[in-house]
């Protein structure tokens, strides 16, 4: 069982800046992937970026350049720094972690971000 803790949401103006933050239970090393997804309302949610226990990361063409995940091992701890907030980045971001491919996926309770003057 993993139990994941999102924090750091809120509101900011466009053109701000948030960092989330994603605090497992467990070694994170003992995790295949952890992800950031969102969904807004009325859409379906989506994969905004990931990083593997490799340390290999990928990110939604829509956040390149803008969001970067990282990870402190010693912490149990995956972030991700926003940067550039644009108004439909508001969403519910929730962090994802596979425990290994085409395993068990668990996720936390998610946080609100609002982007808006």
């Known amino acids: 069982q993993v139990q994941l803790v999102e924090s750091g949401g809120g509101l900011v103006q466009p053109g701000g800046s948030l960092r989330l933050s994603c605090a497992a239970s467990v070694s994170i090393l003992s995790i295949y992937a952890m992800a950031w997804y969102r969904q807004a309302p009325g859409k379906q949610r989506e994969l905004v970026a990931r990083i593997t226990r490799a340390g290999v990361t990928n990110y939604a063409d829509s956040v390149k350049g803008r969001f970067t995940i990282s990870r402190d091992n010693a912490k149990n701890t995956v972030y991700l720094q926003m940067n550039s907030l644009k108004p439909e980045d508001t969403a519910v971001y929730s962090c994802?972690?596979?425990?290994?491919?085409?395993?068990?996926?668990?996720w936390g309770q998610g946080t609100q971000v609002t982007v808006s003057s």
């Open positions: 994802n972690a596979l425990h290994s491919p085409g395993g068990y996926n668990y």
